[in-house]
Every structure is written in C-alpha cells, then in structure tokens.
Nanobody, 124 residues
Framework: QVQLVESGGGLVQAGGSLRLSCAAS????????MGWYRQAPGKQRELVAG???????KYADSVKGRFAISRDNAKNTVYLQMNDLKPEDTAVYYC??????????????????WGQGTQATVSS
C-alpha cells in the first residue's frame, strides 16, 4: 500500500527556515504528481504547493517567493523548502500523492494518498 512519511517539521522563529521531506513507497513515484498541503487549527486544509511528474509547479499565492517544492525521483522523495517563515505559516503540513494539475485553470487537485503530517510552528 501507499506510504508517505513526512519529516522536517519543528519550531522556528519568524524569518527562519524549515525543510520538509516526504518519502514515498508503494507507488511509482516518478509518474505521480506530489503535493504539500497544510491545515491550521480551525481552518480547512489548503494546498501549499504541487509538482507534477513533468515538474510543473503550482504554489499558493501566500507562499510564492518564500517556499520551493522539488522532487528527487531517484529517492522517491518530495521536498518543501520554507524560507522567511511567518507565524501564519504555523500548521500541520501533509504530503499528498496522486494529484493532478490543470494548467488551463491553474488548479491543483489532491490525490487520494496522504501522509500523517508534520507540525511546523513559527513563533513571532
């Protein structure tokens, strides 16, 4: 079965950086779109960034210029580099596999596989 294991969360001060990793197994990683979502307390889960098998990328407007998603197909791993973190970035971050990106509508839809989440907390 599909397993997505996130790591790299933690506590950081505003302006700091974190790098999240998601190791995938049970899927043909190279053909899957991979995404990062986050959910803050009392809020809905939202897309942070998605990357297709062809390396097309979609970012949420709130993280453009600060976050970068990348993938290493040889390691079956997707990364999220988060720079210039703000308190409003505090959330549980989830890895997602099997999504799809409609470039015409600039819409990234999640797939059905989720990791367990990793907490990122940004203090002011």
């Amino acid at each position: 079965q599909v397993q997505l294991v996130e790591s790299g969360g933690g506590l950081v001060q505003a302006g700091g950086s974190l790098r999240l990793s998601c190791a995938a197994s049970g899927i043909i990683f190279s053909i899957n779109a991979m995404g990062w979502y986050r959910q803050a307390p009392g809020k809905q889960r939202e897309l942070v960034a998605g990357i297709t098998s062809g390396a097309k990328i979609k970012y949420a407007d709130s993280v453009k210029g600060r976050f970068a998603i990348s993938r290493d197909n040889a390691k079956n791993t997707v990364y999220l580099q988060m720079n210039d973190l703000k308190p409003e970035d505090t959330a549980v971050y989830y890895c997602n596999a099997g999504g799809s990106y409609d470039s015409t509508r600039n819409y990234y839809a999640p797939g059905g596989s989720w990791g367990q989440g990793t907490q990122a907390t940004v203090s002011s």
